[in-house]
């Protein structure tokens, strides 16, 4: 077997492990493949071991990839930051986007995602480690992001994602994770029924699992080191 399918597996065995830790069943956290960087030969790759999602950053990147793999049925996820020059093809080509950190680029999306295709599912990407992060909004706004989100009539809102910054000591590397769980159950305490917590990495999906991650983001545990681009 390749080392990326060899890869595959031993992520897969990991998100089981910590899904028997958590008292949790594994078919409760999904796997995002985040293929940034990496050729379509490597996606496909990874799809013929039945793997689906494909997490992407970078549009131009994403759409060549697309236009190489467009006999697979693949669903694609934008996680990057978005930029609001940017946002039609996002909404004309993906399924999800997680990276939704300020009204405007939702209302842009929501106003360009093409009638035929099914709602764009939409996360609020929320900062929870303060200033070392610059992506996301600010925990205080984000049940008001989400209720003005929600209301929009081409996207459907699924949940909260973060991306806490690095933490050296795993005693703490799981309270970022929690307080983005503890936002969501806040943020459906007020009427909307958010069911994706999109958090955990390569380095840290165990203590993502462990606080309720629905979705886990893994690029380098499957793909390998990125070279900088
Ligand atoms: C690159 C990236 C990932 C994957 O990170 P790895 O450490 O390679 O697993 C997950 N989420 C986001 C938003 C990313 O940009």
Redesign the pocket.
Known sequence: MTTILNNLQAVHARIRAACRAAGRADAEVRLLA?S?TWPAACVREVAGAGQRAF?E?YVQEALAKMAGLADLDLEWHF??PLQSNKTRPVAENFAWV??IDRFKIAERLSAQRPLHLPPLNVCIEVNVSGESSKSGCPPEAAAGLAHAVAALPNLRLRGLMA?PAPCADPTLARRPFARLRELLEQINGTGLRLDTLSMG???DLEAAIMEGATLV?????IFGE?IAI
């Open positions: 985040v940034k997490g950053n996680i990057g997680h990276s991306i990495m390569s380095h983001r893994v690029g380098t545990a990125r």
